[in-house]
């Protein structure tokens, strides 16, 4: 069954540093999302995105963070200088459409922790 | 503000029995309702969705129901089984964004 891929699995980075998480989305997927989970925390909303825009971001989707297709198969999220409390766990999640009967998959997550 | 309420927080039963995890949300104007299954540094794994037409959805030995005009879904497991140990999260999609409930952590003892 196709599948959600995310690399790395654990990235550790300064205080500072930029770093990309990456995802591959499933296929024949059109919508793309980043969610995140603070340990011990919900599940929270980043942003979606969609024919090579952002169509939702939450308050957390600030100028720090960015998205981005690449290519026809990669779809980064990139933190520009990352702080203390961007360390969690980030999902990359994809979906055939925006239809009720059209669910989310997940990929396993990169745990981020910042030092 | 949408908000999703799981209870209980945690749950602890023996092998075998029949058990049900709930969830609450307060967005009346829901498309869908998914259960997910997360695993101890894991990723989400999804478990059914019931679009907001249908009262019900089965897969195995999971049932997830759903009553929109109570703001109420159920996951109901049947016969339960050790490899059934996890986090169980609901997520209520009202605007093609996931809100979230906080889970509940199931631990089956053998």
């Known amino acids: 069954e196709p599948e959600v891929t995310q690399t790395p699995s654990h990235q550790v980075t300064q205080m500072g540093q930029e770093v990309i998480l990456r995802c591959v989305p499933i296929s024949n997927h059109l919508y793309f999302y980043w969610y995140r989970q603070i340990l011990g925390q919900k599940v929270e909303f980043l942003v979606s995105?969609?024919?090579?825009?952002?169509?939702?971001k939450s308050e957390i989707f600030d100028d720090q963070f960015s998205v981005e297709r690449p290519d026809g198969s990669n779809f980064t999220l990139k933190i520009r200088s990352t702080k203390l409390e961007d360390s969690a766990m980030y999902f990359c999640a994809s979906r055939a459409a925006r239809a009720a009967n059209s669910p989310l998959h997940f990929g396993n997550g990169t745990r981020l922790t910042v030092t | 503000k949408q908000e999703v309420t799981q209870i209980p927080a945690a749950l602890s039963v023996p092998e075998g029995e029949n058990l049900v995890l709930n969830c609450s949300f307060t967005d009346s104007a829901i498309y869908n309702l998914q259960w997910f299954r997360q695993d101890p540094g894991k990723g989400l794994t999804s478990l059914l969705l019931?679009?907001?037409s249908q009262r019900e959805q089965t897969s195995g030995r999971l049932n997830a129901s759903l009553d929109k005009s109570s703001g109420r879904s159920t996951l109901y497991i049947a016969a339960s089984q050790p490899g059934d140990s996890a986090t169980y999260l609901c997520?209520?999609?009202?605007?093609?964004?996931?809100?979230w409930g906080a889970g509940t952590k199931l631990i089956i003892k053998p």
């Open positions: 019931i679009q907001s």
């Open positions: 995105f969609y024919n090579n825009e952002i169509s939702e």
């Open positions: 997520a209520e999609d009202s605007n093609y964004q996931l809100i």
